[in-house]
């Protein structure tokens, strides 16, 4: 089988590739921004004293976590209209920031209580506690499970080439209709895919290590 393998198709269709692998790039770090500003407002919101934000927030985790999310996806897409590229960002922003939020406020509550009634009784709002007591260490405590949460974010880009976004995924499939050397293709998409997480990995681990202190 090694044999009859042609390397050299992947040269012929770097063009496609490169296209791809851009497109990948640009929607999982779309993906991973507005997933970590929806995700993170969302616990922020969880950890608020208030039974009704509790019951929203918590509804909001729960229906978007149980929905995988390709049906997201074909909801956005064939049932609501969303044009193509709208409705695979959005669809990764909701995805993962259902989990994020639930990443957020477990930070939150691993703050010790009595540094937020501190903040509270010297007269301080949510938002300056927020900003100045919980976030900077909640940041800290909440970096290796975020890291985890991005790379999702790279791995389920690959389901927007089902409504014909020209990803990494989309361009595989195409030289593989094209030429038939799927295994090339996909071995090429994949070792990129690991790239990419890598990449995302490598900035994580130095924020990390960064913020933590020797």
Known sequence: MLQSLDWSILWQFRAAL???????????????????????AVGCLAAVPSLLLRRLTASYTELLRNLPVI???FFL????????????????????????ADVTRAGIRSVPRG?????LSLGHGWWQIYRHILLPQVL??????????????????AVVALISVEDLTYQTQEINVETFRGFEAATAATVLYIAISAVVIGAMTRLYARLAGP
């Open 18 to 40: 490169w296209n791809g692998l851009l497109t990948t790039l640009w929607i999982s770090a779309v993906g991973i921004l507005g997933s970590t500003l929806a995700g993170v």
């Open 71 to 73: 049906v997201k996806l």
């Open 77 to 100: 897409y064939f049932v609501l209209g969303v044009p193509a590229i709208p409705a695979a960002l959005l669809t990764l922003i909701l995805h993962q920031s259902a989990y994020i």
């Open 115 to 119: 540094q937020v009634d501190a903040g």
């Open 140 to 157: 800290r405590i909440v970096i290796p499970p975020m890291t985890t949460q991005y790379v999702s974010v790279v791995k389920n880009s």
